[in-house]
């Protein structure tokens, strides 16, 4: 069965301080991998995407690493800020004739001051 | 540049009743899709629409019909509403399958 798991469910950091998310998965045919960021009460934005060749991609503060082999990808945070208090959600997409995609259960961040 | 607009974003609705979610986005994109977003669960995709004038079922597709009116618009229809399709519901677009999906900020519906 094609399954996203993340962890932690929920983090609370101060602001200032650096977290990684963890996202596992087992999805095949496996196309990439999304990470998107949820604010409370809006819709899932998206942070980055990855292909299978690709081992790091960042934007801005957000770095994501992939390690298609153990089916592993962390989303690190540096500098956190308050905005930065949402849901991460991982996102695999399922390489078939229309990509499909499989989302996890997100994580919930919580950035104190 | 609006990006993704749903309509509406509030509703409540008695067990048996329909009503038609609509979406619409400005970005020309070829595909659009519906999800709903329950506690605990990842996003589940009801319906997409690949290109115009196409619609497939997703993962969860009863209980719910869809219509792409035109590149623009994609709305989903609930025919007899049950509390069981009580979610916070997510019309997305996309140039494409593999590039990312832009979002709604989501419809939130309560059947009592």
């Known amino acids: 069965k094609n399954q996203v798991e993340q962890s932690p469910q929920s983090l609370i950091i101060l602001e200032g301080k650096n977290c990684t998310l963890q996202?596992?998965?087992?999805?095949?045919?496996?196309?990439?991998l999304r990470w998107y960021k949820q604010d409370t009460g809006r819709g899932p934005v998206s942070l980055t995407i990855?292909?299978?060749?690709?081992n790091t991609k960042s934007n801005g503060r957000y770095t994501a690493t992939l390690d298609a082999d153990t089916k592993q990808s962390s989303l690190h945070i540096t500098a956190s800020q308050l905005s930065d208090s949402a849901s991460y959600i991982c996102?695999?997409?399922?390489?078939?004739?229309?990509?499909?995609?499989?989302f996890g259960t997100g994580t919930r961040l919580l950035v104190s001051p | 540049n609006a990006g993704v607009t749903q309509t509406p974003k509030f509703q409540v609705l008695k067990t048996g009743q329909s009503m038609t979610l609509q979406c619409a986005q400005d970005?020309?994109?070829?595909?659009m899709y519906w999800y709903r977003q329950d506690p605990g669960m990842g996003l589940r995709l009801i319906y997409y629409?690949?290109?115009?004038?196409?619609?497939d079922k997703g993962e969860v597709p009863n209980g719910y019909n869809v219509s792409r009116l035109n590149k623009r618009e994609f709305s989903l229809r609930l025919e007899s509403a049950a509390p069981s399709q009580t979610s916070v519901y997510f019309c997305?677009?996309?140039?494409?399958?593999?590039?990312?999906?832009?979002f709604g900020d989501g419809t939130r519906l309560s059947i009592l």
């Open positions: 997305a677009s996309s140039p494409d399958s593999v590039q990312p999906q832009h």
């Open positions: 996202c596992n998965y087992t999805v095949s045919p496996f196309s990439n």
């Open positions: 990855m292909t299978f060749s690709e």
């Open positions: 996102v695999v997409s399922l390489n078939t004739g229309f990509q499909k995609l499989v």
């Open positions: 970005m020309n994109h070829n595909s």
């Open positions: 629409s690949a290109s115009e004038g196409t619609t």
